[in-house]
């Protein structure tokens, strides 16, 4: 799955790697080809119902997902062990193994 900020470089990028012009993706999701260009510069946001029919256009399917952010002390944690050498991993490894018997215990 690909992460992106905005609808604009979405459509963008599907246009591109489907190989269409923007006149090209305007007549297909049948629409003009300068509100695709807004679409693609940003200065418009096209609804979810055409974003999805741009989307098709492209050949694609639309999915949308909401994700709940990392916990920042996992991440800390996450690139502490990274920086770590294997050995001190594998020992920590097994520490938060212990951590979490306990913890299921607990509950």
């Keep these: 799955m690909v992460s992106v900020e905005s609808a604009s470089s979405l459509l963008r990028d599907m246009r591109l790697e489907a190989g269409l012009s923007?006149?090209?993706l305007a007549e297909?999701?049948?629409t003009s080809q300068p509100a695709i260009a807004r679409y693609e510069r940003g200065v418009a946001t096209p609804s979810l119902q055409t974003l999805a029919r741009l989307t098709r256009a492209c050949g694609r399917r639309?999915?949308?997902s909401a994700e709940r952010p990392p916990d920042p002390r996992d991440v800390e944690l996450a690139e502490a062990l990274l920086d770590?050498?294997?050995?001190?991993r594998l020992r920590a490894l097994q520490r938060y193994g212990r951590l979490r018997s306990l913890a299921q215990e607990e509950q």
């Excluded at 770590?84 to 001190?88: I, R, V």
Aim: hydrophobic share 35%; glycine share 0%.
């Design 22 to 24: 923007q006149r090209a």
């Design 28 to 30: 297909r999701a049948e």
């Design 62 to 64: 639309l999915r949308l």
């Design 84 to 88: 770590s050498e294997p050995l001190e």
